[in-house]
């Protein structure tokens, strides 16, 4: 929304004004003459509630420290009496105290009457057309009796309170019931049991009014009918015809039985009887369905419901109705009746929603803080176990127009109601961090769905329930809205910041602080911003007295110097739009050691992008993107701690001087029992200002508050050895805090099948779902509001080490691996089949490095060939960036890993058998660079992106690392920009020397470039098929799509010379032929060849090792010193093989081994080894 607050005084003054001018029901200071005057008190102890202000249909308590608790109503609760004073509604009934009503009827004959009201009610001991039923507003009134015959009134009581009073008739079974209202009449007919009846007659009479059609209504002029009949589920009107005037209803009338189904099948047929001076006489008909009535399944009492509704105000301060898929243009309102269905109404295709609005909460809590909310719902009926959801609706909607064709736009989820059967009065907590976020950016809050589904997804609905809306008794089974909140400009004692942007219509924004947006964040059309400033207030604490620094960029003039306190950066004179932003301290060093610069933008049509940090761009570089908004924070440092033992020993043991917030704990001692945690703010006075408040649940059931440790400061919560911690939360101990950030935390157990939970909010519990074990390790982290951690910062145009990159190394602690972990045997077979797979890990388990694997799986990631969110975990299941990833070292879960690990052996693949392979299979790229600098340099000038560098050593494959830009120095000189997976979070650089054809990165002197585009159509389908995998780990690759005619040979301590076809050409001058390396272990060749014969010499005496290996079966030669093999694939899948040894004294180990596990071994010596593979069958012949 486009920021219309200079300061919160001018909002308050503009929202009573607006009050005041347009009937707003939300309350605002000084609305009321009798209102108390209220004071901003900061930082004092709560007293008593007190109502600070009122309204016809809200109340506001506040505490004395600034605190306001507002109560907003679905109805109003107050009316205002003679004297303009607000009075409470009391709709119950009390004994008649008055001679004449106000429209002059004689009261001789009544008995009881409403209590306190606008609108009164006047009732008889018994109804007959003498002394019927009397409802009035202003100079209107309304007489009803039922022409039968009934019985003496009996008083019903809710409570203390007579609030109803029901006439039996003589007919056994059918009873009327009338209640009084705060907006006229309600009348229930009870039908007890089954009924032949279905038509129940009224006499009604009207004074200075009359009963009009809904297609009356539609009329210039209205006229009075003299008779009509009314379709199923339309309402009657009252109106003052000589003032022009609506001025009530009689809702349609509807049925609903003991089990909830509804019908509304029923309609009025009304004919005017008599017409004398200002009164006119009715006689109504309702009647309604007999199939209804009669249905074999229905389950009694049946309550047929008609009402009359006085209009008191042209202005709507609260909304409901309910739409059904099967009545797609149909309006279900409190206009026509007095409940609202979610689920089933008559069948299971007949799914319904509920609306909600309450009128001028996105007003009220514009800016605000806030900090609890409730809405408190009244069931009718309900099924048990029902799940129903309330979203927030975020386009405007009217109650006479809503249906389920034109249903208004919903969003978040604010809460989960699963109900118990009949569940009557119940109050739903509403998702405080989720209104806060609507609040703090003046974003859209127009009311709640009430639905079956989290996004609306479902089609029908098995189980039904009924709520009452705003048409109910005394206001006790309305709907009502309890929200706490607070201005957070009366709670400042915190380091602040503000900033402000410059738009396209040449204007400067009002003031955003604090978190609180600066700018236009309105949908796509919001205007562009063109530069922006900001400035900070140290408030006594530990900042940099040199302030910050920030910079814009755009595409036309690239990025702005960088300025400071206050001056604008971008350019207020251009047409220029601002792209990207950077902020960090002004020191020699972005970082701070007690404080983070937090800030992010909002890019139309993609909303607001992730946090950035300290000098980290914040932007989106796509073109015809622009940033439209901002916000900022600066957010104090933290440390937590833990007290732990060991499931091995009683050792007891504490983190050395804490753990900053946001890293783990990376103990290298397994299975830790948490038995303690703690925090402390790094800055001095903020550690004495304020404390972050833990609460732990202890193994033995006991919940312990955090208290403050005076020997280290930290705030501990804190058990014993033999009692852990099975859930904790956190939440700030103050206002200033909690209104700026959150506290969030997490934990894990390291049990099988107990993944890690999400990241859990301020008071939420962490190991909620751990099933009451005790926590081995716990994570606690200060963060901004609406920090998701993994959320994109920067959608940029080249790759971006922080945003799509690890954030952890690639090492045996970065993968949380042991000493003597490996890629298990079982991912080498799932790739490669149990042939390849088997010979492929024999030769190369034993490699400890993933860098081919993380570099692949970055890039295909950031050309969203894959999706990160199909490999996360609970805890990042918002993640939209690599590097946003936790550290796998605290995760129980592997997707992750499993997926580096399939990443770093697909360099083994061959692509589908029968397509034509380039020379090498990582295609054309990869071909043409290879001991070619002067291409290597060329493509990546033209392509700037999508390359993995292969790092060698003297001419041996042995690192791989991203490509991220290059730059030109001089003449033939180029720094290559480099993502190094073993230096993760920043930019390595290389150099490329075309003029002397060399390439040098740290211990590095080659390169070869692999195109990941060309990697990806050459194995699209692996890739694919890795992925799938990942997400569901029954998912089977079919490794016989691309494995299927593969012939591989596979040789160690043999030189690529020395493996030749028939004709005695090497390997590597064959067509057809594809080389693969290994970057764990560069002395083995890896060569996938097509059917034929081949030849290897070994020699030098040195132990040379070959295998010849199809899908189907494979060869192995080991220990050969001097000798020659020949091996021929053959077209049926065989292998056949002949080796001559110099020395046929020496000793050779041969074996085989097929799809289907079977395994031959033998240590051979002679002249000539013969041996034939195949599918369940080997024979191994020597001649001595």
Not at 807 to 834: Q, R, T, W
Request: hydrophobic share 30%; aromatic share 10%.
């Amino acid at each position: 929304m486009k920021s219309t607050k200079a300061t919160n005084k001018i909002v308050s003054l503009l929202l009573v004004m607006a009050m005041l001018t347009s009937g707003f029901c939300i309350p605002q200071p000084s609305v009321h003459a009798e209102t108390e005057e209220t004071t901003t008190v900061t930082n004092t102890k709560p007293q008593a509630e007190k109502i600070t202000q009122k309204t016809e249909n809200a109340t506001v308590y506040g505490d004395g420290t600034g605190k306001k608790r507002a109560e907003i109503y679905a109805q109003d609760i107050r009316f205002k009496d003679e004297k303009g004073k607000l009075t409470d509604y009391d709709t119950s009934l009390k004994d008649i105290t008055e001679r004449e009503s106000e429209t002059g009827e004689n009261l001789a004959t009544y008995d009881y009457q409403t209590t306190t009201t606008d609108k009164m009610t006047y009732f008889p001991e018994k109804v007959t057309s003498k002394t019927p039923i009397l409802s009035e507003y202003d100079q209107y009134a309304v007489k009803i009796n039922p022409k039968e015959t009934v019985q003496t009134g009996t008083l019903k009581k809710e409570g203390k309170e007579v609030m109803q009073i029901a006439y039996e008739t003589k007919k056994n079974g059918v009873d009327y019931q009338y209640e009084s209202t705060t907006d006229g009449l309600k009348e229930s007919i009870i039908l007890d049991k089954k009924t032949d009846q279905n038509t129940f007659e009224f006499n009604i009479t009207l004074k200075n009014c009359s009963l009009v059609s809904q297609e009356d209504l539609k009329k210039e002029s209205k006229k009075e009918n003299k008779s009509w009949q009314t379709k199923e589920g339309e309402s009657v009107f009252l109106y003052d015809i000589k003032e022009d005037r609506l001025i009530g209803t009689l809702p349609a009338a509807f049925m609903i039985d003991a089990e909830g189904n509804y019908s509304e099948a029923c309609n009025y047929n009304i004919t005017l009887v008599n017409k004398n001076n200002d009164e006119k006489q009715y006689h109504m008909v309702l009647k309604v369905s007999k199939q209804y009535l009669g249905d074999a399944d229905r389950a009694y009492p049946v309550t047929i419901d008609p009402t009359v509704t006085w209009n008191t105000s042209d202005v709507r301060k609260f909304s409901s109705a309910y739409v059904c898929s099967t009545a797609p243009n149909s309006n279900y309102t409190d206009e026509n009746t007095n409940i609202l269905c979610v689920g089933k109404r008559d069948t299971a295709k007949d799914l319904c929603r509920a609306y909600l609005k309450f009128e001028g909460v996105e007003s009220l809590l514009a800016g605000m803080y806030v900090e609890k909310a409730n809405l408190e719902l009244n069931f009718h009926q309900s099924d048990a176990g029902m799940k129903m959801y309330v979203r927030q609706v975020t386009s405007g909607w009217g109650a006479p127009k809503i249906t389920y064709s034109n249903q208004p736009k919903r969003a978040e989820t604010l809460a989960e109601i699963t109900a118990s059967a009949n569940m009557g009065k119940t109050t739903v907590p509403l998702d405080e961090e989720l209104l806060d976020s609507r609040a703090r950016d003046e974003g859209r809050m127009c009311g709640y769905e009430i639905t079956t589904s989290k996004d609306d997804s479902d089609t029908s609905s098995g189980k039904s329930a009924w709520i009452y809306n705003s048409v109910s008794v005394n206001g006790t089974k309305i709907p009502k809205l309890t929200i706490e909140y607070y201005d957070k400009e009366d709670y400042t004692d915190c380091p602040r910041i503000t900033y402000k942007v410059y738009d396209e219509g040449k204007h400067w924004s009002v003031e955003g602080n604090d978190g609180g947006f600066a700018g236009d964040n309105e949908g796509e059309d919001a205007m562009a911003a063109r530069a922006f400033q900001a400035s900070v207030s140290a408030n006594g604490y530990s900042i940099p007295s040199t302030g910050i620094k920030y910079r814009a960029y755009s595409d036309e003039a690239g990025w702005s110097a960088w300025k400071t306190n206050g001056a604008a950066a971008g350019d207020t004179s251009k047409t220029y739009n601002m792209k990207a932003v950077e902020m960090q301290w002004n020191t020699t060093s972005a970082e701070n050691a007690y404080y983070d610069l937090y800030y992010r933008v909002y890019v139309p049509g993609r909303g607001w992008l992730g946090w950035a940090k300290n000098a980290q761009t914040a932007g989106d570089y796509t073109k015809g993107n622009y940033i439209s908004a901002m916000e900022a924070v600066i957010v104090p440092k933290m440390l937590y701690n833990m007290a732990f033992k060991t499931e091995s020993n009683d050792d007891q043991s504490e983190v050395n001087g804490g753990i900053n917030g946001e890293k783990y704990h990376l103990s290298s001692l397994k299975n830790n029992y948490v038995y303690g945690a703690g925090t402390i703010f790094k800055d001095s006075k903020m550690k004495s200002n304020h404390h972050i408040e833990l609460n732990a649940k202890m193994k033995n059931g006991n919940t312990v508050l955090s208290q403050k440790n005076e020997k280290d400061s930290f705030w501990w919560s804190t058990g014993s050895t033999t009692n852990g911690i099975i859930q904790y939360n956190a939440r700030l101990a103050d206002v200033a805090m909690r209104s700026r950030y959150n506290v969030e935390h997490t934990g894990s157990v390291a049990i099988s099948g107990i993944p890690e939970e999400k990241w859990k909010k301020n008071k939420k519990w962490t190991g909620s779902e751990l099933k009451g074990n005790v926590l081995n390790n716990l994570c606690v982290r200060l963060v901004p509001k609406e920090y998701d951690s993994g959320k994109k910062a920067c959608y940029s145009a080249k790759f971006e080490v922080c945003e799509d990159g690890y954030s952890f190394k690639n090492s045996l602690l970065g993968l949380d691996y042991s000493e003597n972990d490996e890629i298990p045997k079982s991912k080498y077979e799932d790739l490669f089949g149990k042939v390849v797979g088997n010979e492929l890990y024999l030769q190369y388990h034993g490699g400890t490095g993933r860098c081919y694997g993380m570099s692949l799986s970055s890039l295909l990631f950031y050309r969203k060939n894959w999706f990160i969110k199909s490999v996360l975990s609970s805890i990042d299941e918002k993640t939209e960036k690599v590097y946003g990833l936790a550290g796998q070292k605290a995760k129980t879960d592997t997707k992750l890993r499993d997926l580096i690990e399939y990443s770093q052996l697909a360099q083994f693949f061959t692509i589908n058998g029968g397509s034509i392979r380039y020379a090498y299979d990582y295609g054309q790229t990869y071909e043409k660079t290879t001991n070619d600098i002067k291409n290597t340099i060329q493509y990546l000038i033209n392509n700037q992106e999508n390359y993995i560098l292969s790092l060698k050593i003297n001419g041996k494959a042995v690192h791989a690392v991203v490509f991220s830009g290059t730059k030109k120095i001089s003449e033939g000189i180029y720094q290559v920009d480099i993502y190094d997976v073993n230096e993760p979070g920043k930019i390595s650089t290389g150099k490329i020397d075309a003029n002397n054809n060399t390439f040098t990165y740290g211990q590095y002197n080659g390169v070869s470039l692999y195109s990941v585009e060309e990697l990806y159509s050459l194995y699209k389908d692996r890739y694919s098929q890795i992925i799938a995998r990942i997400g569901n780990p029954s998912y089977q690759i079919n490794n016989a799509s691309y494995m299927k005619d593969a012939n591989v040979i596979l040789a160690e301590n043999v030189a690529a010379s020395q493996i030749t076809n028939e004709e005695g050409k090497s390997i590597e001058d064959l067509e057809g032929v594809s080389k693969v390396d290994n970057f764990d272990n560069p002395n083995s060749l890896m060569y996938y060849v097509p059917e034929g014969t081949y030849h290897v010499a070994a020699s030098d005496k040195k132990d040379a090792s070959i295998t010849f290996v199809n899908y189907d079966t494979s060869v192995s030669y080991d220990n050969l010193k001097d000798g020659e093999i020949s091996a021929t694939f053959k077209k049926d899948d065989s292998i056949q093989s002949d080796m001559k040894l110099d020395d046929k004294t020496d000793t050779v180990k041969v074996s085989t081994y097929d799809k289907h596990e079977n395994e031959t071994k033998k240590i051979c010596s002679g002249k000539q080894i013969k041996v034939m593979s195949e599918d369940n069958h080997a024979s191994i012949k020597v001649v001595k």
